[in-house]
């Protein structure tokens, strides 16, 4: 079956700009996840979703918003871009969740902020 | 907020060599993943160790959960060249929150 898809692979953008990446998990998987991997700080946790409702929050400003679908498509969107947005956006997928649950990684989407 | 330390941050070896990277923390967690990035693409997983003491061994991979399910290991026997990537541990907290909290990594480089 297909993996977790994310699209756009490659985004560069200016300051100030908005940008919205978009993640459809595995057919039957609910949970969608997104992380922000740089390579100062590593893999950080952004937010959640489980059937359209936000599970979980990260510690990221306001900017950083997400929403799921009712087909469990899932995109999060940054406002205002600033420098330091420049990271590797990854999203899994997971059946339900949780702990011991199996997260399923996309490519990721590198973006770059100029 | 629960840390993940993973030493050492980078490992370059040859192939053929042994290898032990490390993953501890100063929180209980209730289960831990080991994950491995390779460039351009997202982590996947390699093992899910739940029980203290747990250890699980996938080929020439063997990961060891501790007794007081804190830290945990991975032992690489005989490293070869396609060993090379980003290895990621994760764990989720004993009673709290269901996020993964990812370690930082270790950077295995092994040389033909």
């Known amino acids: ?4 898809t994310q699209t756009p692979r490659y985004l560069i953008k200016t300051r100030g700009q908005q940008v919205t990446l978009s993640c459809s998990p595995i057919s039957g998987h609910r949970s969608v996840s997104w992380y922000q991997q740089t390579p100062g700080q590593g893999l ?15 510690n990221f400003p306001g900017r950083f918003s ?7 498509r899932s995109e999060m969107n940054v406002s205002t871009l ?33 | 907020t629960q840390l993940l330390e993973q030493s050492p941050q980078f490992l370059s070896i040859q192939e053929g060599e ?4 490390y993953c501890n923390s100063s929180s209980v967690f209730s289960s ?11 982590p996947v997983l390699l093992v899910t160790v739940v029980t203290g003491g747990e250890v699980k061994k996938l080929k020439r991979l063997t990961f060891q959960f501790g007794d007081a399910r ?31 909290v990812f ?10």
């Open chain 1, 44 to 58: 950080q946790f952004l937010f959640e979703y489980f059937s359209e409702t936000q599970r979980n929050k990260g």
């Open chain 2, 32 to 42: 831990l993943q080991w994950y491995r990035q390779e460039p351009g693409e997202g």
């Open chain 1, 1 to 4: 079956k297909a993996g977790v």
């Open chain 1, 66 to 72: 997400g929403r799921q679908f009712s087909n469990s």
């Open chain 2, 103 to 112: 370690g930082k990594g270790t950077k295995l480089t092994v040389n033909p």
């Open chain 2, 70 to 100: 804190k830290d945990s290991s991975l032992h690489i026997t005989a490293a070869q060249p396609g060993d090379t990537g980003l290895y990621l541990c994760a764990a989720t907290s004993q009673g709290g929150s269901e996020k993964l």
């Open chain 1, 82 to 114: 600033e420098l330091g947005d420049s990271a590797l956006y990854l999203c899994a997928s997971s059946l339900v969740g949780g702990p011991n649950t199996e997260a399923f990684f996309g490519q990721g989407t590198r973006l770059t902020v100029v």
């Open chain 2, 18 to 21: 042994n290898l032990t990277v």
